[in-house]
């Protein structure tokens, strides 16, 4: 049989354009995950400077002003100079428990990220237990700090790790607690699901007002969990030099910088999303949810109105938690165990029986 020269140039044509549509397939993959990081990366940046303009007008003193207009590139200067800094490591420590602390506490939280409705529709990955995969993914990050602690051969870094270890484990139970009962009342685990719960009755629908002591033990929890203060007791500079991160210096240094910056951002979008309504941006008898009806083809601007309205409410939550930092004093350690076990655990206990209840008796 002849097959002709032009039959013979098709079939490569053919074999080389499925070669490049798998190569587009892959990297549009990439795409979502890119884009996501990206922000993440200005959010983080953006909060630092937020947090030495506030803390500079809060002690009225004059804050980064000659990086970039109004001071907004100080923090990418301050990574920029760890990158190039020596990286130290401790002689008599262990260097793998060392090099690793760091790396799985920034990966965890960044992995949190994937399971938040930005938007309408923008999320990375829609979960059917996307909240509790919150959970479970930031509790490994305190397993980074006491690998950092330990294998730093300090005894002041140990003592932090175990500080973060014990910190983490007082108040991540009533936390816990609090989105059972916000997951009772939206009949998912899913953070999407729980969006579009609150969006149904609009601004009086959001889970603030039905849940007014379960947010309340939520955003302490959460300042906790992201160890601000008044609750930095792993990294106590009166008391522990720097914590875990004593022995630090250099990228390995930044990574704790950033995973503590990080995790603030991530703790407040869960605030947003659980009690917040998310995208949801409606206000007291004006429902923009038919708004939104109407411009269903406009696809794109509706996602953009709804990551705007998550940051700017995300953006509140920061605030708060950057005022609380540079307002109350620090706590001490009996102080602050004491307060997740004996008053926290208990109301958030009370608040999912209650939750539990009502849902019983409603239907």
Known sequence: MIIDLTEIQDIHFFFRLQFFKEIYGILWVFVPIFILILGITISVLAIVWLEREISAGIQQRIGPEYTGPFGVLQAL??????????????????????????????????????VIPFGYNFVLSDLNIGVFLWIAISSIAPIGLLMSGYGSNNKYSFLGGLRAAAQSISYEIPLTLCVLSISLLSNSLSTVDIVDAQSKYGFWGWNLWRQPMGFLVFLISSLAECERLPFDLPEAEEELIAGYQTEYSG??????????????????LFVTVLYFGGSNISIPYIFVSNFFEIHKTYGVFVTIIGIFITLVKTYLFIFVSITTRWTLPRLRIDQL???????????????????????LFSL
């Open 77 to 114: 200067a301050d990574g920029t100079k760890l990158l190039f800094k020596e990286n130290l490591i401790p002689s008599r420590g262990d260097i793998r428990l060392f090099s690793f602390g760091p790396s799985i506490s920034v990966i965890s939280i960044i992995i949190s990220y994937s």
């Open 251 to 268: 990228i390995k240094f930044g990574l704790f910088y950033v995973a503590s910056y990080l995790n603030l951002f991530v703790s407040s």
């Open 337 to 359: 165990l004491n307060l997740g076990w004996k008053f926290l655990l208990p109301i958030s206990l009370g608040n999912l029986l209650l939750t539990t209840s009502s849902q």
